[in-house]
């Protein structure tokens, strides 16, 4: 007894494990009923057994040890209407709200449309002239200047702008990384050039590069400014925050369909769809930034006498560009995070070429593809961040051919380029392509070596797979998935809240109970629960994994080095490059989705295990020693428990990821939340669907991020590192 | 001849943090009871300081942290409201002009040393010190020009095209000065601004901050809480404490007459030779004829001089930079000044 009244927080967890499991033992005849995903719903529906029973009758099955219906599983309620309720919201904004007749500027005929609508699409317009002039002035074409600017003489000789020859292309990102900072950089924007070129992506390349000089900018503007609006008006911020919250945990496919309502197919709304999730870190960070400034300099910025808007723009935002510079990287990251997703609604370029190779299951051409996005982001990353560290020499007075030796290096360069691409192939039609554009057939692959190696792969073990499979669905998988399933909607709630309680008392408690009753009432609990034990799953296993290597990894400086360089590079890699591998060696199950999900979640813990420890105050770690602690009680009394709430967050991270990632795990094949937002894709007014659906997955990540972010918060106030 | 305008004028100035801090003022009618007002949740930073500084004069403010020191200084560069009270700059009440002729009396009258340095981090040496010249508009080849000849004034010829980043504390500091300077200033405000050095670095700074003065004789807000760089530093320092001016006086005078218990602390242990100087304990010229041989300057540090002094019998001269006679000293003087209380010949000789 003395025990567990010195452990109050462990009397706590015991009691609610004891009610739990309690509240599990009651679920009782419904058990065989509610294992089954949808079975519940279904059977209620068709009159087999009641949804709900009364008052007193709810009494007497309790008093009888069983739990009424309503306990097991919510009953129909408001909730599941919303979904309609949002579909036919936002098709009255498109479609009926505001009404106007406009005159097509193309054939001349009246149409009606809506205020809303031809705002959208116009939107939708300028993106995509912006997109195409880019993509017509590297890859040839006129037609998007000429539509613009009226010049229908073009059109009329049919005069063409030439593709930029790759040669030029590759040596204006060299002298541009040169003239940035130096020959390290230069050879790291001039080398994954030659490699896209090489290997024959070099169009959908330069498509989904002008598809993304388009979307980062936009995202990083409007970012920059939403943060200064929030940093400025309270108001803005407590306005925003929930929405970025939500934003950030929405799994991209659930806003899909939203966004080609309002702004039709294409690479438009691609670009846009990419806006919508790259914006919010960098609102984040800019906010961040800004708050952290000293109040110091902005007084030297006062004192120097700078109005407010010298204030801001000289002083202000260029104080808070590291926070804001990880900002930009961030959206750089993102936006080609969803170069992939924005390819199922039309975005061209690299990543609807690597939807193909998978769905034909071509696993090198895939991999290349994936290794040409990442190279993209880190070229677009470096340069970008020497840009802005930029440096200028004020007191050198150098003539004109010396200031702008680059400009006047690339113009050689080009017409050097030009010159080879119009006489070589009169000589060889070959080579003359080779220095113009390579096309995708004829450029390097090694695709065939992969399929050779998978395949021996396959041939070899196949049977060691199908055993591991078998054991893992069976023995691990089905009964943690029907435990998850087996839980009365009460005992449910009676752990989360009950957990959220001791996290950070009454208030966490309601605000995880709030989160989980939202999915709870919708229709699709079943599925949230798979979801649920996939993601827990995938996270354990992930934590396991991520911690073991970070704490090995830590001890020793270049280990560090070259798995943080790992980490960065894995990070990149688009989630569905995951996928090949899984689906190649393990088929299509729960187990190849859980596998991509742990390669892809254990990143951040193994990131944030290792940057934990290695930012333990070295004097700490002198007073253990002199203390006379051993290796393993350094790191067990030590090291752990003040890098612990910085580890956290990286678990955090790690169920944000793995989320994601099994939701993305419905292109394999799963029967939970993902597999209905990707239903949601191919129906025609399915947006309210995949907007709730996307809630309900972003609901279980806040719960799960606000106990994990209280619990840190208040970890690093006792020890002082907040 | 009118009586010369102070440069700046601190008129029963009041600086009270908290929400309500304005309706306490209103309810207590101006008169400041620090116990009552902590009562309300409101911090009183600033009580009543009245004072003035002349043109090329310099003033310390010294206080320990916490006592409104640095509040009192942004109060009079109007980077925090005054809660009551005027402050005029050159005759101007500063509290009342607008935001604009506030930024153009910030652009060319004043500039401002802080503790933290305050540079900008993606600005080089030359960058930093021109931009209060690129914020005026200036032309960039005019504030680059101006801001070289800054750095080659403080001594960081060289650095100019390093980042804050790549400097030591003592030459950012040197930045900062250079930076404060640029645009020729009347004002010239000094935040701690060597409280973040180490002890040598410091006693180089000041050194350097001497040399300075010597050369700009600017007018002089120093604000700081090591009473020893106060001594070293000025001839009037004001003492403050919990937001009071508890005395302000010239050194000597504090060093000697500490007007209250708090100040007496601080002058007990220091010492009395290495502080003042002869014409703090000068008599006036009276009816002497028979002058020793020696001049004593008035400005000497006692310390200095006491060797020579301290034997003389006769009375000696103590003449001013122009070698004009401005009083006259005693020996005896000299030795009380060295020895204290503890001299048993004191008056026996």
């Not at chain 1, 090995?552 to 688009?574: E, V």
Request: charged fraction near 15%; proline fraction near 4%; hydrophobic fraction near 50%.
């Amino acid at each position: 007894m003395r025990h567990l009244a010195q452990h109050p927080k462990l009397t706590q967890f015991g009691l609610i494990l004891l009610a739990f499991a309690i509240l599990m033992y009651m679920a009782g005849d419904y058990y065989d009923i509610i294992t089954h995903s949808g079975t519940f719903n279904k059977l209620v529906a068709s009159g087999e057994i009641a949804g709900a029973t009364g008052f007193f009758e709810s009494l007497r099955l309790l008093l009888n040890g069983t739990l009424p219906p309503q306990f097991v599983r919510i009953p129909e309620n408001i909730v599941w209407g919303l979904p309609e309720l949002i579909n036919s919201s936002l098709l009255y904004l498109v479609e009926d709200l505001w009404k106007i007749t406009t005159v097509d500027p193309v054939y001349g005929f009246e149409k009606n449309t809506t205020v809303i609508k031809e705002f959208t699409r116009g939107l939708a317009g300028i993106i995509l002239v912006m997109i195409n002039f880019i993509r017509e002035f590297i890859l040839g074409g006129t037609k998007t200047i000429a539509s613009v600017m009226g010049w229908d003489f073009i059109r009329d000789t049919k005069a063409s702008w030439p593709a930029l020859p790759w040669p030029a292309v590759a040596g204006g990102a060299f002298l541009l990384g040169y003239s940035l900072n130096g020959m390290k950089l230069a050879l790291l924007a001039f080398i994954p050039t030659v490699y896209i070129a090489i290997f024959g992506q070099w169009i959908p390349a330069m498509e989904t590069l002008s598809f993304i000089l388009v979307a980062a900018p936009v995202s990083v503007i409007i970012g920059l400014s939403l943060g200064v609006l929030a940093y400025k008006v309270r108001t803005v911020e407590l306005f925003l925050t929930p929405l970025l919250n939500v934003a950030q945990t929405l799994p991209h496919f659930s806003y899909l369909v939203p966004v080609v309502t309002f702004y039709g197919v294409g690479d438009q709304a691609g670009a846009i769809a990419t806006i919508i999730f790259a914006t919010p870190p960098m609102i984040r960070l800019t906010i961040l930034g800004l708050k952290q400034v000293p109040p110091e300099t902005l007084e030297a910025g006062m004192m120097s006498g700078c109005s407010k808007r010298q204030l801001l723009f000289k002083v202000h935002i260029p104080t808070a560009r590291q926070d804001m510079l990880l900002g930009v990287n961030q959206v750089i990251m993102q936006c080609l995070a969803m170069a992939v997703i924005a390819s199922f609604i039309g975005a061209t370029g690299l990543g609807y070429d690597l939807v193909v190779a998978l769905n034909s299951l071509r696993i090198g051409v895939a991999l290349e593809l994936g290794i040409s996005i990442v190279l993209i982001a880190i070229v677009l990353d470096k340069l970008s961040l020497a840009w802005a560290n930029k440096s200028v020499d004020y007191l050198a007075e150098l003539p004109f051919h010396v200031r702008h030796k680059h400009s006047l290096m690339f113009l050689a360069i080009l017409a050097l380029s030009i010159i080879v691409a119009t006489v070589v192939p009169h000589i060889s039609e070959f080579w003359g392509q080779m220095f113009y554009l390579i096309p995708e057939n004829q450029g390097f692959s090694t695709d065939v070596w992969w399929d050779k190696l998978v395949k021996w792969v396959v041939v070899e073990f196949r049977s060691y797979f199908q055993i591991f499979n078998t054991f893992m669905l069976v023995s691990v998988l089905i009964p943690m998935r029907d435990a998850f399933l087996a839980m009365p909607v009460v005992a449910t709630f009676t752990l989360v809240m009950g957990v959220g309680y001791m996290v950070g008392g009454i208030k966490s408690s309601l605000v995880v109970g709030g989160f989980l009753l939202f999915i709870a009432a919708s229709q699709w609990w079943d599925e949230a629960l798979i979801t649920m034990y996939m993601t827990t799953f995938a996270v354990v296993a992930s934590v396991i994994i991520g911690l073991t290597v970070g704490v090995l990894a830590a001890r020793n400086t270049t280990a560090t080095k070259i798995l943080l360089i790992i980490c960065d590079t894995f990070q990149t890699l688009p989630s569905f490059v995951y996928l090949i591998p899984v689906i190649m060696l393990f088929g299509v199950n729960d187990v190849s989705v859980l596998i991509a999900v742990i390669m892809y979640a254990v990143i951040p813990c193994t990131r944030y295990t290792i940057e934990g420890l290695r930012n333990v105050p070295p004097s700490i770690l002198d007073a253990g020693d002199m203390s006379g602690v051993t290796k393993w009680q350094r790191l067990i009394k030590i090291e752990m428990p003040l890098a612990f709430p910085h580890i956290m967050l990286g678990i955090n991270q790690t169920v944000v990821f793995a989320l994601f990632m099994v939701i993305i795990g419905a292109f394999i094949g799963t029967e939970d939340l993902g597999r209905l937002i990707m239903g949601t894709l191919s129906k025609a007014n399915a947006m309210g669907n995949g907007l709730t659906l996307g809630l309900c997955v972003a609901f279980i990540g806040l719960a799960i991020d606000h106990l994990i972010h209280t619990w840190a918060d208040k970890r690093k106030k006792i020890l002082g590192i907040a | 001849m009118s009586v010369q305008q102070p440069v700046i004028k601190c008129d029963a100035v009041y600086k009270v943090f908290g929400e309500n801090a304005q309706k306490m003022m209103r309810a207590h009618n101006g008169k400041v009871d620090p116990q009552a007002f902590a009562e309300a949740g409101c911090v009183v930073a600033v009580n009543n300081a009245s004072f003035a500084v002349q043109k090329g004069e310099m003033l310390v403010i010294m206080g320990l942290s916490g006592s409104g020191k640095s509040t009192l200084l942004r109060c009079i560069a109007r980077l925090t409201d005054t809660t009551a009270g005027n402050i005029f700059i050159n005759g101007v009440d500063i509290l009342a002009i607008s935001d604009k002729e506030l930024i153009q009396l910030r652009r060319n009258k004043m500039g401002m040393v802080f503790q933290s340095f305050a540079l900008l981090p993606h600005k080089t040496v030359l960058e930093n010190i021109a931009f209060p010249l690129q914020v005026k508009g200036k032309s960039t080849k005019e504030s680059m020009q101006r801001a070289m000849d800054m750095v080659e004034l403080v001594g960081l010829d060289g650095r100019e095209n390093s980042f804050p980043r790549q400097l030591s504390g003592g030459q950012q500091q040197r930045v900062g000065i250079a930076r404060s300077l640029a645009v020729e200033p009347d004002i010239w405000f000094l935040d701690e601004p060597f409280s973040a050095l180490d002890p040598l670095i410091r006693k180089e700074m000041q050194d350097e901050f001497l040399r300075l003065q010597g050369v700009l004789k600017k007018t002089i807000l120093f604000v700081t809480h090591d009473f020893d760089e106060a001594l070293r530093l000025s001839d009037r320092i004001a003492i403050m404490k919990d937001g009071i001016i508890e005395q302000l006086d010239t050194t000597a005078n504090i060093v000697l007459n500490p007007a209250t218990e708090y100040v007496r602390k601080f002058t007990a242990e220091v010492p009395r030779e290495k502080v003042l100087k002869i014409k703090a304990v000068m008599d006036p010229v009276g009816d002497t004829s028979d002058w020793s041989e020696l001049r004593v300057p008035a400005d000497a540090i006692i310390q200095t001089v006491a060797e020579a002094v301290i034997g003389e019998r006769k009375p000696m001269a103590v003449v001013d930079a122009n070698d004009k006679i401005v009083g006259v000293l005693h020996a005896a003087k000299v030795t009380h000044v060295l020895f204290g209380e503890k001299s048993a010949l004191e008056n026996s000789g």
